[in-house]
Nanobody, 115 residues
Framework: QVQLVESGGGLVQAGGSLRLSCAAS????????MGWYRQAPGKQRELVAR???????TYADAVMGRFTISRDNAKNTVYLQMHSLKPEDTAVYYC?????????WGQGTQVTVSS
């Protein structure tokens, strides 16, 4: 069982920045895709950003140009750098690892953006 541990969430004012980290208990290079999802109260979980093993990045329209996903295979860690945060970015952010037959989720980290 792979464990994904998110960190870096917190309370920030609108316009501020945060960097989320997702540390995996196993090598992330073995997964097809590593991603970040978020879920706001009363809403469905949605994709924020993901990165393939080959380095291809995909972003939700709502975060394009403000968020950057990256991965450090040597540290088995995926990052989400978030700039120009908005109140609507407030949510629990989850790390995801997707392989051919398996999928894992972290426990989530809360990001709250005050106006």
């Amino acid at each position: 069982q792979v464990q994904l541990v998110e960190s870096g969430g917190g309370l920030v004012q609108a316009g501020g920045s945060l960097r989320l980290s997702c540390a995996a208990s196993e090598r992330i290079s073995g997964f097809n895709t590593m991603g970040w999802y978020r879920q706001a109260p009363g809403k469905q979980r949605e994709l924020v950003a993901r990165i393939t093993s080959g380095g291809t990045r995909t972003y939700a329209d709502a975060v394009m140009g403000r968020f950057t996903i990256s991965r450090d295979n040597a540290k088995n860690t995926v990052y989400l750098q978030m700039h120009s945060l908005k109140p609507e970015d407030t949510a629990v952010y989850y790390c995801n690892a997707e392989g051919v037959w398996v999928e894992y989720w972290g426990q989530g980290t809360q990001v709250t953006v005050s106006s």
